[in-house]
């Protein structure tokens, strides 16, 4: 796994597993999944805009962390889970 298009989004804690569909190898086809942790840092520049910044992202159900609102400075951070099935056939 890994992120295509950052925009200023990093991937964080990545774990891929890939096995046979047939149950060995050589096969003809694979399962994969793959978890990580979608990762944003925000930076505002008033309090207001700390604050309408953080709702958004809370609302988006992305866990927050930061030091203090004097600081303005955020993570915003998301699990993901991604599951394929790849088939020559």
């Known amino acids: 796994m890994a992120v295509v298009n950052s925009g200023g989004?990093?991937?964080?804690?990545?774990?891929?597993v890939a096995i046979?569909?047939?149950g060995s190898f050589p096969t003809t086809g694979i399962r994969a999944n793959g978890t990580g942790v979608?990762?944003?840092?925000?930076?505002?520049?008033s309090l207001w805009e700390f604050s309408a910044g953080l709702s958004a992202w809370k609302m988006a159900e992305?866990?927050?962390?930061?030091q203090d609102?004097?600081?303005?400075?955020?993570?915003?951070?998301?699990p993901i889970s991604v599951s394929?099935?790849?088939s020559l056939y």
């Open 9 to 16: 989004f990093t991937l964080e804690s990545v774990d891929t």
């Open 20 to 22: 046979s569909a047939t």
């Open 38 to 45: 979608i990762t944003k840092k925000m930076t505002y520049t």
């Open 62 to 66: 992305f866990n927050i962390t930061y």
């Open 69 to 78: 609102s004097t600081a303005k400075e955020f993570y915003a951070r998301k």
């Open 84 to 86: 394929l099935n790849y």
